[in-house]
């Protein structure tokens, strides 16, 4: 009886150990496809998107609104306002965004930074336009 | 754990790809298991190419063109505007690669936006046609006042030069993404197409389908891209028509063009979307080998007939009808 029981409870464990294995194996066959994509909006119109995770290097570009100019500045993984001509500089006070769901905002010009999630199944490896 | 490791999928990692900003656009360049060499080799191309066209870089061959009415221009400049001209001439000058001095009027060059009024812009129309360019043996002249701008192809050529640099190093599957101009070239590692979205004209980040493809460009054109909004709340797009010097308004708001060459492609789409449906399906008749999806100011699509077997319409427009061109 006592042999039983401890053959059930190997096997048990072995389950156990089975179906962990299983789902750390299927976090990380999602993992290397998560892709963090920026979101740059004016008066809600994307202008453009740019993948945080294929950047390699400290960078930065221009994003001329009908308001004004927004410097933006990406690095691996994150993306912020450098500088912008517009009256308050809340934009450029929110820093880097890194994660997260608050997007970087400058009112005054009508532009949004946020993170949208990438690397999904059915997404498309490039967009065209 | 070994076990897991075999199951981790050879996915494309960060480090295949670079991004950089050239050609007031981000671009990314992703080569599966390419070396950092042979990214930076792509990225030096492109500036290289960008500090020949350039039409804001003062020491570029054609802002000396257009400051001094002639240049001596190198190989690359010259196969680019010779392409550009040609490109005139066989949609009729919908692309017209001498508007500079209309899109400067409008601030588009500077975000200083601005409506010129009906008199300025008929005197910058006379400045305007693709046949007072002068291209021969390499050396190109413009009469006083014409001015030349090559924007609106460069990346489509540039993306032909990278593939080129690529296949010549061995590379068999790469993705070349200048600013929304793709060129794919081969097929992914794992054998399958490339799967390309359209982006939804509408500006929402969506798109209105994928079109899979191999050793071809996707170039979109649309006026969500560029704009400005008048402070009577009229929006006006960046892609021009040569007729009348004003933001196009053909009732297509966004081309795509499916082909073998990304210039051809580029030029193309802008040319598309100035003409509007009747002339661009009358062009698409006559072009082989390249193939369109075009989506009009209702929303309807339009596309050739090589798109019925790649082309999958998605989110709003997943149960669209599509016209079919041929």
């Not at chain 1, 001509?85 to 946020?114: N, T």
């Not at chain 2, 196009?248 to 708001?253: D, N, Q, R, T």
Request: net charge negative; proline share 4%.
């Amino acid at each position: 009886m006592k042999r039983t029981f401890s053959n059930r409870f190997w096997a048990a464990l072995l389950a156990a150990a089975f179906l962990l294995c299983a789902g750390a194996a299927l976090l990380l066959w999602r993992t290397p496809g998560a892709r963090t994509v920026a979101r740059i909006t004016v008066d809600g119109r994307v202008v453009r998107e740019i993948d945080l995770t294929a950047v390699t290097a400290e960078a930065s570009f221009t994003v001329q609104t009908p308001g004004g100019v927004n410097t933006v500045t990406v690095r691996p993984g994150g993306i912020c306002v450098s500088e912008a001509d517009c009256p308050d500089h809340v934009c450029v006070k929110q820093g880097w965004l890194e994660g997260g769901a608050v997007p970087i905002v400058c009112l005054p010009h009508r532009l949004v930074i946020s993170l949208v999630s990438g690397g999904d199944g059915d997404a498309p490896d490039a967009v065209s336009g | 754990m070994c076990l897991l490791a075999l199951c981790l999928p050879a996915a494309a990692r960060a480090d295949d790809s670079r991004t950089f900003f050239a050609m007031d656009t981000v671009m990314t360049v992703t080569v599966p298991g390419g070396s950092e060499a042979l990214l930076s080799a792509c990225e030096d191309e492109v500036r290289r190419l960008e500090a020949l066209f350039s039409v804001t870089d003062e020491s570029s061959e054609i802002a000396r063109l257009n400051a001094e009415g002639r240049a001596v221009l190198s190989d690359e400049t010259a196969a680019l505007l010779g392409g550009a001209l040609d490109a005139a001439a066989l949609t009729d000058g919908a692309l017209d690669v001498t508007l500079y001095p209309v899109v400067r009027a409008w601030g588009f060059t500077t975000g200083d936006y601005r409506v010129p009024d009906d008199g300025e812009l008929a005197a910058l129309l006379a400045l305007v046609g693709w046949q007072q360019v002068t291209l021969e043996d390499g050396e190109a002249s413009l009469p006083p006042g014409v001015m030349v701008d090559l924007g609106s192809v460069a990346k489509g050529f540039a993306s032909d030069r990278l593939a080129a640099l690529l296949r010549g190093s061995g590379v068999t599957s790469a993705l070349i993404d200048l600013g929304g101009n793709i060129y794919c070239l081969g097929a992914k590692r794992n054998g399958s197409a490339w799967r390309i979205g359209v982006r939804d004209p509408d500006g929402s980040g969506e798109y209105i389908g994928v079109v899979a493809v191999t050793d071809k460009a996707v170039v979109t054109s649309g006026s969500y891209e560029r704009f400005f909004v008048a402070k009577d709340g009229t929006v006006y797009g960046h892609i021009f028509d040569p007729a009348t010097g004003r933001p196009a308004e053909s009732g297509i708001v966004s081309a795509t063009v499916i082909g073998p060459c990304g210039f051809q492609c580029d030029a193309l789409t802008t040319a598309l979307y100035v003409m509007g449906l009747e002339r661009a399906e009358a062009l698409l008749e006559t072009l082989e080998g390249v193939d369109a999806l075009l989506v009009d100011a209702e929303g309807e699509l339009w596309a050739t007939g090589g798109l019925r077997e790649t082309f999958t319409p998605m989110g709003a427009y997943s149960a669209a009808a599509i016209h079919w061109i041929r």
